[in-house]
């Protein structure tokens, strides 16, 4: 999706962050891949902070607002319908 929203000229950043105490994972889910991972830390608790759940999406605006949160657990991507919709807020959150 990020080539897609790249090729459309959208300015969105697409990268993961892991919670707190899941940290033993990161070399593999970063292995062979391009996204951006950052590991949530006691100091900067962005899935507290957000409301995060396993697997959601957080849209964020020009301010890093939280304007969308999508979960892929309910809305899973191989479903073009899912797909179209969370493109469709990224383009969204994009879009001035």
Known sequence: ???ELDAA???VVIFG???VGHESGN???TLGRDLGWLQETAEEPVWTDWAITYRD???LDENNEVVAIY???QHNL???TNYAELYGLF???ATP
């Open 1 to 3: 999706m990020q080539d």
């Open 9 to 11: 000229g959208l300015d």
């Open 17 to 19: 962050v892991n919670g």
């Open 27 to 29: 070399a593999n889910v």
């Open 57 to 59: 999406v957080v849209i």
């Open 71 to 73: 979960n892929l657990t």
């Open 78 to 80: 191989a479903d073009s």
């Open 91 to 93: 383009e969204a959150a």
